[in-house]
């Protein structure tokens, strides 16, 4: 028995078992940092990937709650900003809630935006993408199409729509941006992404 532990010791001591011990220590210090990185980036994707959610689901239900006239479209903006509760859609956030009226007859035919109907909300500085300086006002063409009148039928195929925007300034929690320039902050140490509902 007294063998055995001499023999544990030896080897203990030998500087085979201390060389690798060494290894093990710096192969953790290599793969420690990458392990990291993974699990950063693992962790801002979830919540780039909740927060693109949350943004669908608001556009889309002031979509459907603003083309049913429930509401004027500045108490369902206050609505929306707080259905959007997970993130900041007051100081980090814009919501612009757009009523486009079809074209009325032959003299005007073409869809103009309601501006009593229409309304925006937040603090974050983004330009809505429906509006007279854009082609089509912003719509997709086929859309746009369906609002102008048509005078064979002597009225337009659809009489408005409702057209709700929701921007939100996402920033990463995780150092990871610091390290990786441009990665998830786009603009000004965040990302601004988006979500649109026409209705």
């Not at 609505?79 to 007051?90: E, H, I, K, N, Y």
């Amino acid at each position: 028995m007294k063998g055995t532990g001499r023999m544990a010791v030896k080897l203990y001591n030998s500087p085979r078992y201390r060389d690798e011990s060494g290894a093990a220590a710096l192969e953790m210090a290599i793969i420690l940092p990458l392990i990291l990185i993974i699990l950063f980036g693992i962790i801002d994707f979830g919540r780039l990937l909740s927060a693109r959610l949350v943004l669908t689901n608001v556009a889309r239900e002031g979509g459907s709650l603003a083309s049913r006239d429930i509401q004027a479209a500045s108490n369902l903006i206050s609505m929306l900003q707080v259905a959007g509760s997970p993130l900041d859609l007051v100081s980090a956030g814009q919501i612009y809630i757009t009523q486009i009226d079809a074209g009325s007859s032959a003299s005007s035919p073409y869809p103009t935006i309601n501006s009593a109907s229409s309304a925006s909300g937040g603090n974050l500085s983004v330009q809505s993408s429906i509006g007279s300086v854009w082609p089509n006002l912003g719509l997709p063409s086929n859309i746009y199409q369906h609002l102008v009148f048509n005078s064979s039928q002597n009225t337009s195929d659809i009489s408005g729509v409702t057209v709700v925007e929701v921007y939100y300034k996402y920033k990463p929690i995780s150092p990871l941006s610091n390290f990786i320039p441009g990665l998830m902050t786009g603009s000004g140490g965040g990302m601004i992404i988006s979500s649109r509902a026409v209705f």
